[in-house]
T-cell receptor, first 113, second 115 residues
Framework: QKEVEQNSGPLSVPEGAIASLNCTYS??????FFWYRQYSGKSPELIMF????GDKEDGRFTAQLNKASQYVSLLIRDSQPSDSATYLC?????????????FGSGTRLQVQP | DAGITQSPRYKITETGRQVTLMCHQT?????MFWYRQDLGHGLRLIYY???????DKGEVPDGYVVSRSKTENFPLTLESATRSQTSVYFC??????????????FGAGSRLTVL
């Protein structure tokens, strides 16, 4: 099992601020990285994925990947109360010749109106 | 309706009873997965299936059995439920998103309580 570490939070930010969510991982061979959002009592839904070092932007969301330092981040600009949820980091790594997906335990984000 | 559906959504059972959680998807995705989610542990893979009649263990398979006789269905059975199996169970299938990425889509979840 490859480790994916996330601060459980809660991370509290005021409405309109930038929320920064971080994830570190242990396996240098990890290939693909995903951010899922999970509202309380609901199932996870994919927000973004990133494969290459650098930044990837999609609307208010930016994923940042630094493979040398083994971290991946999610920035949420102009945070809204509707962004309040748990954010799960996930990655794909090779496990005995097959691709495996593992999840972090998530960071709870609270956006204060 | 297109999508992935799980049933039952809520189940209370007693220790030692057999329980089956159902999962059905309409996309004809090859890959299907069962996860459990517990506080502090995130999502942990129980079993997955690459196609009909092909299944494999995940991280926490003990006490669970799966089958996949048809592409669209992937039931999960707890042969003799234990209290430690109280959890929220998510079924997921994997398809290719519009961007080409392999995307996991989750069902709504089944909340199981074992007394």
């Amino acid at each position: 099992q490859k480790e994916v570490e996330q601060n459980s939070g809660p991370l509290s930010v005021p409405e309109g601020a930038i929320a920064s969510l971080n994830c570190t991982y242990s396996d240098r061979g990890s290939q693909s990285f995903f951010w899922y959002r999970q509202y309380s009592g609901k199932s996870p839904e994919l927000i973004m994925f990133i494969y290459s070092n650098g930044d990837k932007e999609d609307g208010r969301f930016t994923a940042q990947l630094n493979k040398a330092s083994q971290y991946v981040s999610l920035l949420i600009r102009d945070s809204q109360p509707s962004d309040s949820a748990t954010y799960l980091c996930a990655l794909i790594y090779m496990d005995t010749g097959r691709r495996a997906l593992t999840f972090g335990s998530g960071t709870r984000l609270q956006v204060q109106p | 309706d297109a999508g992935i559906t799980q049933s039952p959504r809520y189940k209370i059972t007693e220790t030692g009873r057999q329980v089956t959680l159902m999962c059905h998807q309409t996309w004809s995705h090859s890959y299907m997965f069962w996860y459990r989610q517990d506080l502090g542990h995130g999502l942990r893979l129980i079993y997955y299936s690459a196609a009909a009649d092909i299944t494999d263990k995940g991280e926490v398979p003990d006490g669970y059995v799966v089958s996949r006789s048809k592409t669209e269905n992937f039931p999960l059975t707890l042969e003799s439920a234990t209290r430690s199996q109280t959890s929220v169970y998510f079924c997921a299938s994997r398809g290719t998103g519009s961007s080409g990425a392999n995307v996991l889509t989750f069902g709504a979840g089944s909340r199981l309580t074992v007394l």
